[in-house]
């Protein structure tokens, strides 16, 4: 399976569809990260903080595979000069029907987060990663691409998904029981059976990837990163968020 391919279909299906990630913000929104009230989120629940972000007025921001029109328009409301980037062109559209509707300066780039060749070096100051990197099955790439558009001592703000949701029984942990099945790292392709990964695909939804904290954590300080900050969000609708934090959030700077 292709599973860029896979995934951009089945993200522009969740678009049509109306997953909660794909409804662009209100303009209310946007007016109000103009006055400079606003905040945004890397994880389902918890606001990053904004002693995270560096001075946003004129900042060559990344949103990296963001789309959705959330928040992209509102770093761009804010001041930043944003690009934001992913793989679903229906999620891009999302980002233009804001900045269309609202007067807001924003570009949409499609592609791979794997490959920002798009770019040339050490283009961008700030690099906003939401939750996204469960959508491909190796994040190294994502990482080194990452500090290659960054430039020296340039922000990246990246959530991603605790493994051990990704550890139990799927179908099971919904209804409150906890029965250990996977190994870490985790693949929708290789880790279910044929007729559980059809109860995905037959509805388009994304197939995920379960990584480790060496690739998560490890993979950014190989990539040249230095760590400056972390979080945990318990998240939302997860059994599992009632005895641990199913997301977590860093802050590298680029050394």
């Given at each position: 399976?292709?599973?860029?391919?896979?995934?951009?279909?089945?993200?522009?299906?969740?678009?049509?569809?109306?997953?909660?990630?794909?409804?662009?913000?209100?303009?209310?929104?946007?007016?109000?990260?103009?006055?400079?009230?606003?905040?945004?989120?890397?994880?389902?629940?918890?606001p990053v903080p904004r002693g995270w972000f560096p001075p946003l007025k004129g900042l060559d921001v990344l949103c990296l595979a963001s789309g959705g029109g959330q928040q992209g328009p509102i770093l761009a409301a804010a001041g930043a000069n944003v690009t934001v980037f992913d793989n679903s062109p229906a999620q891009l559209a999302r980002d233009q029907e804001v900045a269309t509707r609202d007067g807001l300066a924003l570009t949409t780039v499609e592609g791979d987060m794997r490959d920002l060749s798009a770019f040339p070096d050490a283009t961008f100051g700030l690099i906003f990663h939401a939750c996204s990197n469960g959508f491909v099955p190796d994040i190294r790439p994502v990482w080194r691409e990452a500090a290659r558009v960054l430039r020296p001592g340039g922000v990246l703000l990246a959530g991603f998904v605790n493994p051990v949701l990704c550890l139990f029984d799927d179908a099971k942990m919904q209804t409150g029981e906890f029965v250990v099945r996977h190994r870490i790292p985790y693949s929708d392709l290789t880790s279910i059976t044929d007729e559980e990964r059809r109860r995905y695909t037959d509805n388009n939804e994304p197939l995920c990837f379960g990584h480790t904290l060496a690739d998560q954590i490890g993979g950014q300080l190989e990539a040249g990163f230095l760590l400056a900050g972390f979080y945990e969000d318990g998240g939302e609708g997860w059994k599992l968020s009632e005895y641990i934090s199913c997301f977590a959030a860093t802050r590298a700077i680029r050394a």
């Open positions: 399976m292709d599973i860029r391919n896979y995934n951009r279909a089945a993200w522009d299906h969740q678009v049509a569809t109306g997953n909660r990630w794909t409804v662009p913000v209100g303009p209310e929104v946007i007016a109000a990260a103009r006055r400079g009230e606003w905040s945004i989120v890397l994880t389902p629940t918890k």
